[in-house]
Structure formats: C-alpha cells, structure tokens
C-alpha cells in the first residue's frame, strides 16, 4: 500500500463579497459553480503522488470565479499526467505546460467574452518524496518543519 497525505480544505465567500471567486483543488476535488458560494470545510486522504492548488479569483475584476474555475479545470485534466512522471524534470516540464495552458484558456476567455480577470494560483506535487512548488501571484505557500513546533 502506498504512502497517503491527509489534509483539510475549507472555503468560504467571506463577509464583503456576495460571490466566492476562489478556487482549490485536493488531488481531484475542487469547487464547481454549484458550491462555489457554499461555505464549505472537509477532510480527506490523497495517495501519493499527489496534486493540491489554491486559485484565488480577483476580486477587483468581473469574473475572477471564472478565472479560479477555468484554471482548477484545466488542472484536473492534466493531474494524472503530471501524477504519473517519475522524474522532477517530467514533473516540472508537465506542470509549465499546465499553466501555460491554463493562461490561453483565460486569455481566449477574455477576449470571447471581452472582460477582464485573473486568478492566482498556489500548486503544490507531491512526487517521490519530493514537494515541487509553483507560484503565481500573491498567494503563498508554505513549509512547515516539524522540528519548530512548540518549542
């Protein structure tokens, strides 16, 4: 049997807005527009390797909901292509070509629709014992080392 990761997601519109415009994705969960605006928390189990990210829509443009749903989307289609590399360079290689696509499927978006919007995006393969980290925008991530805790 195979290593798992646990981890708890929760989302939430917040108390400004009456939309919820970000997005997450747990190794093949994320937010549709259905429960999109929907608080909502829950636990799960992801065997490794694994795939998490965090879209968070902006707020200052029209559709950033669309935005964080167009890119966990794309994200689904290629997580179990990126989960079934082996070496960090596939990995890397398979995870550029994701957010590449991701960014042309906003942009012909955009320019279909004539609006503007955005979304960061926080994604986080876990491969090998290996955490590969991609960042774009202001969301972050971060690492926590067991030996800091509570000293």
């Known amino acids: 049997m195979g290593l798992f990761s646990v981890f ?3 989302s939430h ?10 997005n997450l994705y747990c190794d093949g969960v994320f937010l549709t527009s259905g429960v999109q605006d929907t608080p909502l928390s829950f636990d799960g189990t ?16 029209a559709q950033g909901e669309l935005a964080s749903l167009t890119v966990v989307n794309a994200l689904n289609e290629y997580a179990e292509k990126i989960k ?3 070496s960090s360079k596939h ?4 995870a550029q070509s994701f957010i590449s696509d991701a960014n042309n499927r906003l942009c012909k978006i955009m320019r279909e629709k004539s609006l503007r919007m955005g979304t960061t995006l926080a994604l986080v393969i876990i491969s090998e014992g ?7 925008g202001d969301s972050r991530i971060y690492k926590f080392k067991q030996e800091n805790r509570y000293r």
Do not use: K, L, W
């Open 13 to 22: 519109p917040g108390n400004v807005r009456m939309n919820n415009e970000d």
């Open 46 to 61: 992801a065997q490794f390797p694994c795939v998490f990210a965090v879209c968070d829509g902006m707020g200052g443009e």
């Open 84 to 86: 079934s590399q082996s």
């Open 8 to 10: 708890t997601a929760s």
């Open 91 to 94: 990995i890397n290689e398979i």
């Open 130 to 136: 290996i955490v590969h980290a991609y960042n774009i």
